[in-house]
């Protein structure tokens, strides 16, 4: 996978280990990949406590790729 990469994962999720998705992050060739770990959330980080920063980040992430581009 060559492809731009953003995880937001909870440490605190009670149904996915962050393990998983660190590993995936670290074995992904992917140059453009950023690691998002939210501390007051669970496993629906879209509706919880840090929703706010979700968004943020995932609009960074995309901005920054469009700004790559040009």
Known sequence: MTAPLIIIHS???DLSSI???KFIYEKVPSKI???VELTNSYHIITMDN???IVSKETILFFN???KEKS
């Open 64 to 66: 920054s790729l469009l």
């Open 11 to 13: 440490k605190e999720d």
């Open 19 to 21: 393990k998983g998705a």
């Open 33 to 35: 990949k950023k690691f």
């Open 50 to 52: 840090e929703r706010d």
